[in-house]
């Protein structure tokens, strides 16, 4: 068993799809079905049931997927422990970022490489609640999210910054000549909503909540680009932090009276920081 088979493998399983994982790995797609088939061979079980539709993990392809995410971790670990102090930083990279809370992610991307051109750099957009579950498990070093809480159990917190949410109409809508809004002035009126496991869903409906009101999702979406396209024909009002309504001109922002806050940070496991981690840290913070 080869570690490159398992770096193959646990790239297919992840991502589900030999197809996104050769490009991951910067290889061909057949060179992927090849690591994984030998495995297979050598392990005596099939790892996937491929279909000409989906691929899926088996009972023990499951199994395997947890055992080699731990043994590539205690390799890359025993990589960092023994490399030289003051050694060029090489290895990989891993980060996850949640669509929402890009805000300055590229230029920081920009400076790593330059600094670190060694090190390669692998991004993973998923919703928040699923970067948590990467960085506790190991398969991300770090994640850049909202943050649901001050502290998390076993993980590094740090706030990059926080922002207010908005009211986002468009100019047809009857609300637009408001100067500002309450959410009790929202309560029961269409909105346009992200589906629940989207971390702006989960701050207004607790936002919602607490003010005694109700947030009426009529449109939701998962996608901003959607989300302004319904708001700016007059359909329906969406909550949004000041950086993303200023990315679409033709929706009005209107400010909230109610202190509904958009708090971002950079999240890592606390018993493993990888010194590319530790160094992607100090320049998102």
Not at 78 to 85: E, M
Request: proline share 5%; glycine share 6%.
């Amino acid at each position: 068993m080869e570690l490159k088979q398992l770096e193959y493998f646990v790239s297919a399983a992840e991502e589900l799809s030999f197809t996104r994982a050769a490009r991951r790995c910067h290889v061909v797609q057949s060179a992927i079905s090849a690591q994984i088939k030998g495995l297979e061979t050598e392990l005596g079980t099939p790892l996937f049931d491929r279909t000409t539709h989906r691929v899926a993990l088996t009972p023990e392809g499951t199994v395997l997927l947890e055992r080699a995410r731990g043994i590539l971790r205690l390799v890359d670990d025993t990589r960092d422990l023994v490399s030289p102090t003051g050694a060029e930083l090489s290895g990989s990279l891993s980060i996850g970022v949640t669509q929402g809370a890009w805000k300055g992610m590229a230029p920081a991307l920009a400076s790593f490489r330059a600094a670190h051109p060694q090190v390669r750099i692998e991004l993973r957009q998923s919703p928040t609640v699923r970067l948590f579950e990467s960085v506790n498990d190991g398969s991300l070093d770090l994640a850049v999210a909202p943050l649901r809480r001050p502290s998390e159990p076993g993980l590094f917190v740090k706030t990059l910054y926080t922002e207010n949410l908005s009211v986002g109409v468009g100019a047809s809508h009857e609300l637009a000549n408001r100067e500002s809004l309450a959410l009790r002035d929202l309560h029961q009126r269409d909105a346009v909503g992200f589906c629940p496991f989207w971390a702006l869903r989960t701050i207004t409906d607790r936002a919602f909540d607490d003010a005694a009101a109700v947030q009426r999702v009529a449109y939701e979406v998962n996608d901003l680009n959607a989300a302004a396209e319904i708001v700016a024909s007059g359909l329906a009002y969406v909550l949004l932090p000041d950086h993303l309504l200023a990315q679409f001109g033709d929706l009005i922002r209107i400010p909230l009276e109610d202190d509904v806050r958009w708090d971002v940070g950079v999240i890592a496991a606390a018993r493993r920081c990888t010194p590319a981690a530790a160094a992607m840290m100090d320049l998102l913070t």
